[in-house]
């Protein structure tokens, strides 16, 4: 695997791919089964066909139950809370946090992709005392800035369009929602383009009207190539299957949960970021901040 600087996307995928490997085991060990296509022996699941016959709500209330079983045995969410399943064996506890900061990476990337402004906030105030602990002073301040603003010295409307300001669809498709720092990365590259084109002639005032009249170049650019017959490469790309991988992993986790049998502990894969590891060390001021802007 390559650098996260130079490829972040592939480094994306992985960490998604380990994760989700995590989360399926985690909740095979508290379900009772030994591969995926096997029967939960769970004591809420006793009767898969009858419960299938309840109501919507009810089915929503045990797949709540069955969830919170898992999440509390093997995750640590709400780390200033003391958990009925604390282990003191270390390696769980790094297994724990692992799968905790990974749930919540996925949580906040899901919050951009749907454009709920509320749920980025949620991650946000999460992530303050993570930078804090962790010495990203410059990434701490940013996330107090953004807090003290929405809660405090921001007008209503001003706090409202900063929450839900956050995030551009450039294709209106439902959750397809990307940050618009990345939107101005996706402009500035099509500015460049277009710059690149002047040669001779880039001059300050040609670089002036080419940034006004930055939002009809890309109509522009789809019109001409329509026209004159130039193929448009898809910016569509097919997702490869990740199954087999996904399979691999977890027959390596269920493998460690055999070999070390003690207490709720299960192995994770050594090369997952290891660099991650300051950023689950619990802050002292995590309980602090979180009263201040709850």
Known sequence: MSDPLKNFNACDDFFVLVINSHIITAAMEELGMTNVKDIPSHQLLQNPEEIWMESKKRRKEILHKVCIAVVEKFASIQLNITSKYQSNDKVFMYASNLLSLGCFYLEFSDGIREGDGNRVLRCWRYLLPMFFSSGRRNYALESLHFLVQHAFTLSPRQSAELLWSRFINSRGLPGHNIPNDLHMEHLNRLIKMSLNGLGANK??????????????????????????????????????????????????????????????????????????????????HTLLIALVFD
């Open 203 to 284: 001059t300050p005032k040609a670089i002036t009207t080419a940034g006004r009249v930055l939002g009809l170049l890309g109509p522009i650019m789809d019109t001409f190539d329509a026209e004159t017959t130039v193929g448009n490469t898809s910016g569509n790309h097919r997702i490869a299957s990740m199954d087999t991988d996904l399979s691999l992993l977890l027959k390596e986790l269920q493998h460690h949960l055999k070999k070390f049998q003690v207490e709720l502990t299960f192995l994770f894969l050594s090369h997952v970021i290891h660099s991650m590891k300051r950023v689950l060390m619990q802050s002292k």
